[in-house]
């Protein structure tokens, strides 16, 4: 285990560990043990060291500034009755960059008050300014609605906030749009709702001085291509209707935020990114969960109902899920104030269960302080946790990222994050939630059994010494650009000078629309030809979310996104919610529903999935003799084919049952690389043994990719084979998971030397012997981690380093 202390100047800024300086409300009891007591207790209660590497960050004083002299009195008093009484300095210079007319993105960390670097301009010009309007963007309806309290809090008269939504009730939309003057909302309903309707929003879209965009480093690959069109049609409509609105962005601490902002909106942005605003010390912690003993290891899978993980995995290690809860539980015991991040919404239940029947067992009662938190409940739902946290109600929460950018977390002790967030951005800014008011806090980052995860947590300088991603989205791609032309074109007729406004391959993209008959050109410009508005699904979630709905009583219990339902709500499926397991009686995909009973069944389900992968087009190719790097097109089919059910308290097969879903087809970016059969013979790798090396190879470069690009393993796919027809040699496909890529195998394909030797690393220093979860095993491989072989494995990206030029 080592220790450092991250002090030094030269190394890579990180985003604050440290409150801003607004009025808040902290929850639960009295303080804890401190954070270095408290995670030494953590580790001393079980046999062995899980730690295996302690960051010291720490503390951090001030700078403040003045008021800005533009900022009327009425204002600063409304501030200083929240407990402000000075802005920090970087808080002032993005303010007065933004008052000056110029478009500005603060980048500093979390809890640093970057909220107050947008208010103070665009409150101040609504005081100023009777008429004046303000729109405010949040990737979340939590963070939304967060920022409306902050803003209602201040009692500025004629202000009016108010969040417009798809939760705002219909009778409120019309006084919306007629009254409010900071319209807080996100770019689904902007897309959906306030464009197409622009001639009802007419009144507020002439008088629109500013548009802020919160937690702007979130808008990543498809999703974020999707929102910078969002946009660009956002300015085209204020425009007709005469107005030039300043763009004010707020990011956590990201590579080149200026670039990236700048390539979100279409506009030159200045960047802030000096964060001036105090931090208190944090311990951080990387923590990897203790091998199980040999007899109940590889010999039989951990049960998924009792772990939320893939049981298709021979388990080497304790579940990061498992450690999570008991983590949490005794966080919670010690009185110590918690959030546990947690990846998947499956995986939150699981946590707050686990935790709450610890805490149960040990103290009756005392897991009614822990809750799970995640998209899919209801609005009523989400906001009765919030408000139970804010008021202390809750004193742990098992989350997933919906509070990453939520809720203003205050007087937090420590933060749990079940396995890697997929960036260091979004680590540092699951780690911010602890520490605020000042105090001390600990952060641990639980590591999944996962070559990613495994390898952060055995080179601690991967993420401590290492600088934060850049944002990666792409509003070039076809995929993208097409439909969002099509629905501005319906919004008003496009104009030459529009495609400008788009940007690259605006003008090819309306061609394609014209040649399909979905546009018609006339003189004035180019119309949209059909009565119903084109779906886009902005999220890149694979359509429409799922309702799923209580068969007895016709009971709305959730939703779940399109792109996932084929996994998780096929007949059979067992599904979790609030702690409850129901199992799936039918799934109607045309109605978008899926009907559901309540049992507790003593299996679990596991869905199996068979793909094809063809080469449309070679973009870019690197020729290393016996090896070749390749980047292009490719068209991928998958069908959903059969689910396994498998005991909960063994994990033995029951048996597999056929499905009979629909193929789902997918055209998109990939990276791929070949090697001569002559080539892997000469490293020993037998013909018989190709297939497994190369799968194993596969997955273990799936998950070790996120290293070097802003994604996620569930953002990108992959194939193996050992003779493809379109390559006719062995080689190794990975392709990102969105139409018409994200950005991400072209991130893989420039860094592919780097990218392949952390790979290579990450199977070869792993203890285990054959292959496992922590570097060639994959918890979404759909024949079921067969065949692998990890030595071969190592053979064949030895081949590949050996030749490729860096």
Same mark, same amino acid.
């Given at each position: 285990? +080592?220790t450092n ?8 800024p990180? =985003?604050?560990?440290e !409150?801003?300086p607004?009025a808040?409300v902290s ?11 408290l ?6 209660? $079980?046999?062995?060291?899980p ?12 700078v ?8 009327p009195?009425?204002?600063r008093?409304?501030f200083t009755? #929240?407990?402000?009484? *000075?802005p920090?300095q970087?808080?002032?210079?993005a303010?007065n960059l933004?008052?000056e007319g ?8 979390t ?11 665009a ?11 303000v ?11 967060d920022?409306l309290?902050a803003v209602a809090a ?18 409120? #939309?019309?006084?919306?749009r ?5 319209v807080?909302?996100?770019?689904d ?6 464009l ?6 007419s $009144?507020f879209l002439?008088r629109?001085a ?8 979130t808008?990543r ?8 069109h969002v946009?660009?049609r956002?300015?085209r409509?204020?425009?007709r209707?005469?107005?030039?609105p ?5 990011s956590?601490? !990201?590579?080149?935020p200026? +670039?990236a902002?700048g ?9 802030v990114t000096e964060? *001036?605003s105090?931090?208190?010390?944090v311990?951080?912690?990387?923590w ?10 590889s010999?039989? =899978?951990?049960?998924?109902q009792?772990t939320g993980?893939?049981?298709?995995l021979?388990?080497? #290690?304790?579940s990061?899920?498992?450690e ?6 005794d966080?919670?015991a010690e ?8 990846? &998947?919404?499956?995986?939150?239940e699981?946590?707050?269960a686990?935790?709450r029947?610890?805490l149960?067992?040990?103290v009756p009662?005392?897991g009614d302080?822990v809750a ?6 209801l609005r009523?739902?989400?906001?009765e946790?919030e408000?139970?946290?804010l ?7 098992a989350?997933?990222?919906?509070l ?10 420590a ?5 890697y ?5 979004s ?5 911010g939630r ?5 105090q001390?806090?600990l952060?641990?980052?639980? *590591?999944r059994?996962?070559p990613?995860? +495994?390898?952060l947590?055995?080179h601690?300088?991967?993420?401590f010494?290492?600088?934060?991603e850049?944002?990666?989205l792409? =509003?070039a791609?076809?995929?993208?650009l097409a ?6 074109a319906v919004?008003a007729?496009?104009t030459?000078?529009?495609l ?9 993209a309306?061609d ?6 979905a546009?018609?050109?006339?003189p004035?410009g ?6 119903e ?6 999220r ?10 209580e068969s007895?009583t $016709?009971?709305l219990?959730?939703?779940?996104d ?6 998780l ?6 599904y979790?919610?609030q702690?409850? &397991?129901?199992?799936?009686?039918d799934?109607d995909?045309a109605d978008?529903?899926?009907l559901?009973?309540a ?9 199996r999935d ?12 690197v ?7 390749f980047?292009g097109e490719?068209d991928v ?8 059910r498998?005991r909960?308290a063994?994990?033995?097969?029951i048996?597999?049952?056929p499905?009979?879903?629909? +193929? ?9 690389f070949?090697?001569?059969?002559q080539?892997?013979?000469?490293a020993?790798?037998q ?14 470069a799936i998950g ?10 569930w953002?990108i796919?992959?194939l193996s084979?050992?003779?493809h027809?379109d390559?006719?040699?062995p080689t190794?496909f990975?392709?990102?998971?969105h139409p018409g890529?994200a950005g991400f195998?072209?991130?893989?394909y ?15 220093e792993?203890?285990c012997?054959?292959g ?6 994959s918890?979404?491989c ?5 065949p ?7 053979r ?5 380093l050996?030749?490729l030029p860096?």
């Amino acid at each position: 285990m +080592t220790t450092n202390d991250f002090s030094s100047a030269h190394r890579t800024p990180r =985003p604050d560990l440290e !409150s801003s300086p607004s009025a808040t409300v902290s929850a639960g009891p009295g303080p804890g043990p401190a954070p270095t007591e408290l995670l030494r207790r953590l580790r001393a209660r $079980g046999a062995g060291d899980p730690v295996t590497h302690v960051e010291r960050v720490p503390a951090r004083a001030g700078v403040p500034a003045q008021w800005p002299s533009w900022a009327p009195e009425e204002l600063r008093a409304a501030f200083t009755r #929240r407990g402000v009484t *000075a802005p920090w300095q970087h808080q002032a210079e993005a303010a007065n960059l933004a008052y000056e007319g110029q478009h500005v993105v603060v980048a500093t960390g979390t809890a640093s008050g970057k909220s107050l670097a947008y208010q103070l301009p665009a409150l101040a010009t609504l005081l100023a300014d009777p008429r004046a309007t303000v729109l405010y963007l949040a990737p979340t309806k939590a963070l939304a609605a967060d920022q409306l309290r902050a803003v209602a809090a201040l009692e500025l008269e004629g202000v009016r906030p108010a969040c417009y939504d798809g939760d705002t009730p219909r009778a409120e #939309r019309e006084w919306i749009r007629r009254h409010s003057r900071f319209v807080l909302t996100n770019p689904d309903m902007l897309h959906h709702g306030i464009l197409p309707g622009h001639a009802q929003w007419s $009144g507020f879209l002439r008088r629109l001085a500013y548009v802020v965009i919160d937690e702007c480093h979130t808008y990543r690959g498809v999703f974020g291509s999707h929102v910078a069109h969002v946009l660009r049609r956002l300015r085209r409509q204020c425009a007709r209707f005469g107005a030039t609105p300043v763009f004010v962005l707020a990011s956590a601490t !990201s590579g080149d935020p200026a +670039t990236a902002a700048g390539r979100l909106t279409g506009l030159p942005v200045t960047a802030v990114t000096e964060d *001036a605003s105090p931090r208190g010390g944090v311990t951080f912690a990387l923590w990897e969960p203790p091998l199980l003993p040999r007899d109940t290891g590889s010999s039989a =899978p951990v049960p998924p109902q009792a772990t939320g993980e893939h049981d298709d995995l021979h388990q080497v #290690r304790r579940s990061a899920l498992r450690e999570t809860a008991d983590l949490l539980a005794d966080t919670v015991a010690e009185g110590v104030r918690t959030l546990a991040f947690v990846r &998947s919404r499956k995986g939150a239940e699981v946590v707050a269960a686990n935790a709450r029947r610890s805490l149960d067992d040990a103290v009756p009662g005392l897991g009614d302080r822990v809750a799970a938190y995640r998209g899919g409940y209801l609005r009523e739902e989400r906001r009765e946790l919030e408000r139970a946290l804010l008021h202390g109600d809750l004193l742990g929460l098992a989350s997933t990222n919906a509070l990453e950018l939520g809720v203003d977390l205050v007087g937090l002790d420590a933060v749990l994050i079940c396995g890697y967030p997929g960036t260091r951005a979004s680590l540092w800014q699951q780690a911010g939630r602890a520490g605020r008011s000042g105090q001390e806090a600990l952060a641990v980052l639980v *590591a999944r059994d996962d070559p990613l995860d +495994t390898y952060l947590v055995h080179h601690p300088e991967a993420i401590f010494g290492a600088p934060v991603e850049a944002t990666v989205l792409d =509003p070039a791609n076809p995929y993208v650009l097409a439909p969002q032309l099509a629905c501005a074109a319906v919004e008003a007729p496009l104009t030459p000078a529009d495609l400008v406004l788009f940007g690259d391959g605006a003008k090819e993209a309306v061609d394609q629309l014209v040649a399909a008959g979905a546009l018609r050109q006339r003189p004035t410009g180019w119309y949209w030809r059909h009565r119903e508005r084109p779906e886009v699904d902005l999220r890149g979630e694979g359509g429409a979310p799922l309702c799923v709905v209580e068969s007895s009583t $016709g009971r709305l219990l959730g939703t779940v996104d399109g792109g996932s339902s084929h996994f998780l709500l096929h007949p059979g499926a067992v599904y979790l919610h609030q702690g409850v &397991s129901y199992v799936v009686d039918d799934l109607d995909l045309a109605d978008g529903c899926a009907l559901v009973h309540a049992e507790e069944p003593d299996w679990s389900t596991h869905a199996r999935d068979v793909t094809d992968l063809s080469v449309v087009s070679v973009r870019s190719y690197v020729d290393a003799g016996p090896v070749g790097m390749f980047l292009g097109e490719v068209d991928v089919t998958s069908q959903v084919v059969s689910y396994q059910r498998r005991r909960i308290a063994t994990g033995e097969v029951i048996d597999t049952r056929p499905l009979d879903l629909p +193929t789902r087809e997918l055209r998109t970016v990939a990276v791929w690389f070949t090697l001569s059969p002559q080539s892997l013979a000469s490293a020993g790798v037998q013909p018989a043994d190709v297939p497994g090396a190369l799968h194993a190879a596969e997955h273990a470069a799936i998950g070790l990719l996120p290293l070097m690009a802003t994604c996620d393993r569930w953002d990108i796919g992959g194939l193996s084979t050992a003779v493809h027809p379109d390559t006719e040699a062995p080689t190794v496909f990975v392709y990102d998971g969105h139409p018409g890529g994200a950005g991400f195998a072209e991130r893989a394909y420039g860094t592919a030397s780097a990218w392949l030797r952390a790979t290579r690393d990450a199977i070869a220093e792993c203890g285990c012997e054959t292959g496992c979860p922590s570097c060639v095993q994959s918890p979404k491989c759909g024949n079921g981690n067969n065949p692998l072989s990890k030595p071969d494995a190592i053979r064949v990206l030895d081949v590949v380093l050996a030749n490729l030029p860096d």
